[in-house]
């Protein structure tokens, strides 16, 4: 780097700090607000995001049906409380479909799978 860039980007830098100086302090407020919710949004899809991945992952090690994730305390369809957690769904020996708690979140679910496929 010349020591032009390294002049330009200080004379910049202090042009766009005086700039923020003279905004209304109503205005930084709202720009640093704007800034912390980015911030908020970006951590949510970081986890989102680790979530899809843990989920496909725990479909592939699963691989005998459908998993369910249930994050409702109170089932809609019966009105019966069920715990919240990660099932893993099954066919039979009568082809019934069943249910088998896997874990409370994806972690959990991950370090139980191979165990309780082998009880199946």
Known sequence: MSR???KTKLELSFVFESYWEMLPNEIQQYIM?????????DEKM????KEK???KRLHAMWA???????RHDECTICHDHHMRGVYGCYV???NVMQEVFL??????????VNHVKSFL
């Open 53 to 55: 991945k843990d989920f």
């Open 46 to 49: 970081a986890r989102l995001c």
């Open 4 to 6: 032009m860039d390294v």
């Open 103 to 112: 874990g409370f979140d994806h972690k959990q679910a991950l370090q139980r």
């Open 33 to 41: 607000s704007l800034k912390m919710s980015q911030e908020k949004i």
């Open 64 to 70: 005998r049906g459908p998993i369910k994730v249930q």
């Open 92 to 94: 039979d020996e009568n």
